[in-house]
T-cell receptor, first 114, second 113 residues
Framework: EAQVTQNPRYLITVTGKKLTVTCSQN?????MSWYRQDPGLGLRQIYY???????DKGDVPEGYKVSRKEKRNFPLILESPSPNQTSLYFC?????????????FGNGTRLTVT | SQQGEEDPQALSIQEGENATMNCSYK?????LQWYRQNSGRGLVHLIL?????REKHSGRLRVTLDTSKKSSSLLITASRAADTASYFCATDEFPGSNYKLTFGKGTLLTVNP
């Protein structure tokens, strides 16, 4: 089944404790992206990747890191999480870049930073 | 920056009625997409409409695009309780990077049985 898999689904952590949210897609998609969703703010793009080893900042990249060493994986790293990073995070992928083809979304990771 | 903005923020209708949601954006675009999100779940793609298209249909969905007004509308006909969800439009910015996709804040549609 074609899908984008995020793990974990739920994560509660403390301020400053490094964490990684994994994202994997099995559709051989070139484009992958991370979003955060907050009430009243909608979805905001954190980082995106056009292909292996090619990443770029979205609208809210501060406090996040990403890497794209393999085509299928695009982990989101929070080196020193803070409470303002409490949010619902989504990974998405598409066959070609951005607006040109439909995005396939994972089921989300709900992160709470205390 | 918020490129797409949906209107209304919330819409409540009865089953069988039509639902119309609007999306306005600020800059020129290449394409526009509509997505649905059931509560707390991942977004699901509905329709992609290109800047040179004016209307597109998919089942009970009809999307229009007016580039002169920088707006799009999503019409759901004969709505069902299962259509209850949030609906988002997504756009890029032209000229500019079409890899940078911006979503609006969404319209919450409630279809009452």
């Amino acid at each position: 089944e074609a899908q984008v898999t995020q793990n974990p689904r739920y994560l509660i952590t403390v301020t400053g404790k490094k964490l990684t949210v994994t994202c994997s897609q099995n559709m051989n998609h070139e484009y992958m992206s991370w979003y955060r969703q907050d009430p009243g703010l909608g979805l905001r793009q954190i980082y995106y990747s056009m292909n292996v080893e090619v990443t770029d900042k979205g609208d809210v990249p501060e406090g996040y890191k990403v890497s794209r060493k393999e085509k299928r994986n695009f982990p989101l790293i929070l080196e020193s999480p803070s409470p303002n990073q409490t949010s619902l995070y989504f990974c998405a992928s598409s066959s070609v870049g951005g607006i040109n083809s439909p995005l396939h979304f994972g089921n989300g990771t709900r992160l709470t930073v205390t | 920056s918020q490129q797409g903005e949906e209107d209304p923020q919330a819409l409540s209708i009865q089953e069988g009625e039509n639902a119309t949601m609007n999306c306005s954006y600020k800059t020129s675009i290449n394409n526009l997409q509509w997505y649905r999100q059931n509560s707390g779940r991942g977004l699901v793609h509905l329709i992609l409409i290109r800047s040179n298209e004016r209307e597109k249909h998919s089942g009970r969905l009809r999307v229009t695009l007016d580039t002169s007004k920088k707006s799009s509308s999503l019409l759901i006909t004969a709505s069902r309780a299962a259509d209850t969800a949030s609906y988002f439009c997504a756009t890029d910015e032209f000229p500019g990077s079409n890899y940078k996709l911006t979503f609006g804040k969404g319209t919450l549609l409630t279809v009452n049985p």
